[in-house]
């Protein structure tokens, strides 16, 4: 049996913790045990009269209120707190709602949405660098620009003058964007340096050096890759993290093919691409050809000699699309290849079949059943998509987050981090000879999709989750030795050098 002190604190507390009906029924179980504590007396007419004897203590009641003063205002901080959390989830979702309206907005180009505010430093980071942005694009603009292209370096200035604006515009006020401002920084700056870059390739530019032509292949070797340049983001938007994108990878010095490929936002689904023919109409997103495709699976996809491959929806098929027309011209099955999601790249879901073009030709990087998941790599005719040759790697295909191939040598790169990716191993096909690296590669975001390389500029093309990114590729040099001179011919026959004495000169 309960003490009546604990009792009657059950009784204190019920409006606090139980719900009306559920009061009555537990206060008359607590009156029960209450009555039963004492004995009952019977009158001469049969009606039971009970006496119930409450402590008389004032301390313990006292104390009652106190504790049930102390749990009142426990409960009201509860409200409170439960107040505050609501708010903030409330201002969580409007964030989102924003986030989504930005995704948006960066469809139709015009990119803006307001997040909570933040640090002061940061801020006055993101305005030196459109201070620097600003001074760049004018320098550019005194210089000429890039083959007179000088109404796409109006408008990308109009819109770093623009930027800046609403930056000083936030700074006046609560609300200042970080994220929308600083993907804003991100592309823009990424649009100057690859103005920058292109200025500085151009032959007629004072700036340009001794660049390997298109197709060469006379280097050492992968030697560093630079700092990515952030083009724009996908024309689709925010939702399609994963695709592909590139130039022509076909050695051409006239090719100036762009292709832009992103995914439905489930990861895997291939049904739309845009073609453009400059860098210019790339840009300022003009002039574009949207074809739909619809039957392509994952983001292995790359474009050769104006054509596109890719793997065929739901087989271990390869597929060739005429980009002139959008016409699906052979599809042919890959000997030996696994798919349905089988043995793709980490954190890369549906790339069974990754094409990749080079200097050398076209190739399909896969894996097998035989090679218990490892790389294979299989150079095509890109005319009929046979196999001419296979080689077979040491590489895990799983545990890498994707490769490239360059001058017939596989590059495979891992995740180090979210910013950071390591070019690790190298495999290559003129020799068989496996090479282990250790070269550093930048990204923005934490995903690389698709990731090409063209042999035309010598540049890597990524796809980072929705972003349009590239960077340049350095490589080592050869050394030329001289060439040894032939000794002297005396009537048509070759006789050795004849031994000269310090001091003696020697005479024909």
């Not at 083959?147 to 000083?168: F, W």
């Not at 983001?233 to 093919?257: E, H, I, M, Q, V």
């Given at each position: 049996?309960?003490?009546?002190?604990?009792?009657?604190?059950?009784?204190?507390?019920?409006?606090?913790?139980?719900?009306?009906?559920l009061?009555?029924?537990?206060?008359?179980?607590?009156?029960?045990?209450?009555?039963?504590?004492?004995?009952?007396?019977?009158?001469?007419?049969?009606?039971?009269?009970?006496?119930?004897?409450?402590p008389?203590?004032?301390?313990?009641?006292?104390?009652?209120?106190?504790?049930?003063?102390?749990?009142?205002?426990?409960f009201?901080?509860?409200?409170?707190?439960?107040?505050r959390?609501?708010?903030?989830?409330?201002?969580?979702?409007?964030?989102?709602?924003?986030?989504?309206?930005?995704?948006?907005?960066?469809?139709?180009?015009?990119?803006?949405?307001?997040?909570?505010?933040?640090?002061?430093?940061?801020?006055?980071?993101?305005?030196?660098?459109?201070?620097?942005?600003?001074?760049?694009?004018?320098?550019?603009?005194?210089?000429?620009?890039?083959?007179?292209?000088?109404?796409?370096l109006?408008?990308l200035?109009?819109?770093?003058?623009?930027?800046?604006?609403?930056?000083?515009?936030?700074?006046?006020?609560?609300?200042?964007?970080?994220?929308?401002?600083?993907?804003?920084?991100d592309?823009?700056?990424?649009?100057l340096?690859a103005?920058?870059?292109?200025?500085?390739?151009?032959?007629?530019?004072?700036?340009?050096?001794?660049?390997?032509?298109?197709?060469?292949?006379?280097?050492?070797?992968?030697?560093?890759?630079s700092?990515?340049?952030?083009?724009?983001?996908?024309?689709?938007?925010?939702?399609?993290?994963?695709?592909?994108?590139?130039?022509?990878?076909?050695?051409?010095s006239?090719?100036?093919l762009y292709?832009?490929?992103?995914?439905?936002?489930?990861?895997?689904?291939?049904?739309?691409?845009?073609?453009?023919?400059?860098?210019?109409?790339?840009?300022?997103?003009?002039?574009?050809?949207?074809?739909?495709?619809?039957?392509?699976?994952?983001?292995?996809?790359?474009?050769?000699?104006?054509?596109?491959?890719?793997?065929?929806?739901?087989?271990?098929?390869?597929a060739?699309?005429?980009?002139?027309?959008?016409?699906?011209?052979?599809?042919?099955?890959?000997?030996?290849?696994?798919?349905?999601?089988?043995?793709?790249?980490?954190?890369?879901?549906?790339?069974?079949?990754?094409?990749?073009?080079?200097?050398?030709?076209?190739?399909?990087?896969?894996?097998?059943?035989?090679?218990?998941?490892n790389?294979?790599?299989?150079?095509?005719?890109a005319?009929?998509?046979?196999?001419?040759?296979t080689?077979?790697?040491?590489?895990?295909?799983?545990?890498?987050?994707?490769?490239?191939?360059?001058?017939?040598?596989?590059?495979?790169?891992?995740?180090?981090?979210?910013?950071?990716?390591?070019?690790?191993?190298?495999?290559?096909?003129?020799?068989?000879?496996?090479?282990?690296?250790?070269?550093?590669?930048?990204?923005?975001l934490?995903?690389l999709?698709?990731?090409?390389?063209?042999?035309?500029?010598?540049?890597?093309?990524?796809?980072?989750?929705?972003f349009?990114?590239?960077?340049?590729?350095?490589?080592?040099?050869?050394?030329?030795?001289?060439?040894?001179?032939?000794?002297?011919?005396?009537?048509?026959?070759?006789?050795?050098?004849?031994?000269?004495?310090?001091?003696?000169?020697?005479?024909?």
């Amino acid at each position: 049996m309960q003490p009546v002190s604990a009792l009657l604190a059950t009784l204190l507390l019920l409006p606090l913790v139980l719900p009306g009906e559920l009061q009555i029924s537990v206060r008359m179980a607590i009156l029960i045990q209450l009555v039963r504590t004492v004995s009952n007396l019977v009158n001469e007419s049969g009606i039971c009269q009970c006496v119930v004897h409450l402590p008389n203590n004032s301390i313990l009641l006292q104390q009652l209120e106190k504790l049930q003063s102390t749990v009142q205002e426990l409960f009201g901080k509860y409200e409170q707190e439960r107040s505050r959390a609501s708010e903030y989830v409330q201002a969580i979702d409007d964030n989102s709602n924003q986030a989504l309206e930005m995704g948006s907005m960066s469809e139709s180009r015009n990119p803006r949405a307001f997040v909570p505010s933040f640090e002061t430093s940061a801020f006055n980071l993101l305005s030196l660098e459109f201070e620097r942005m600003q001074e760049l694009a004018t320098q550019l603009m005194a210089e000429g620009g890039v083959n007179g292209s000088t109404d796409l370096l109006h408008q990308l200035q109009e819109q770093v003058t623009y930027a800046s604006l609403t930056l000083r515009l936030l700074g006046d006020t609560e609300w200042r964007s970080s994220g929308a401002l600083q993907w804003e920084v991100d592309v823009l700056k990424g649009r100057l340096r690859a103005w920058e870059r292109e200025r500085e390739h151009d032959p007629a530019s004072r700036y340009s050096g001794a660049h390997r032509p298109p197709g060469s292949c006379a280097h050492g070797g992968l030697q560093k890759v630079s700092s990515p340049l952030v083009l724009q983001l996908n024309w689709r938007g925010l939702f399609y993290k994963a695709g592909a994108w590139g130039r022509d990878s076909a050695p051409s010095s006239t090719s100036s093919l762009y292709w832009v490929a992103p995914l439905r936002p489930d990861g895997r689904n291939f049904d739309y691409y845009w073609l453009q023919k400059s860098f210019d109409d790339l840009m300022l997103l003009k002039n574009y050809e949207e074809w739909k495709m619809g039957y392509g699976d994952g983001s292995g996809n790359t474009v050769y000699k104006n054509f596109m491959y890719f793997n065929y929806y739901g087989t271990s098929d390869m597929a060739k699309v005429d980009l002139s027309s959008n016409t699906l011209v052979l599809r042919r099955p890959l000997p030996g290849a696994t798919h349905g999601n089988r043995f793709s790249y980490a954190g890369v879901s549906w790339k069974d079949l990754d094409f990749a073009g080079d200097e050398k030709g076209l190739w399909v990087l896969y894996a097998t059943e035989q090679s218990k998941g490892n790389l294979v790599v299989s150079l095509l005719n890109a005319s009929t998509l046979e196999v001419e040759e296979t080689w077979h790697t040491s590489q895990y295909k799983p545990g890498l987050s994707g490769p490239f191939m360059a001058c017939g040598v596989l590059y495979a790169l891992r995740s180090l981090s979210t910013r950071q990716e390591e070019i690790f191993y190298a495999f290559d096909t003129s020799t068989g000879k496996e090479t282990h690296l250790s070269i550093l590669l930048d990204k923005m975001l934490e995903t690389l999709h698709g990731i090409n390389y063209c042999s035309s500029d010598h540049k890597l093309y990524a796809y980072n989750d929705g972003f349009l990114v590239n960077h340049d590729l350095t490589f080592s040099t050869l050394e030329h030795k001289p060439p040894r001179l032939p000794a002297p011919r005396r009537s048509g026959v070759l006789s050795p050098p004849k031994p000269v004495k310090p001091n003696e000169h020697s005479r024909p």
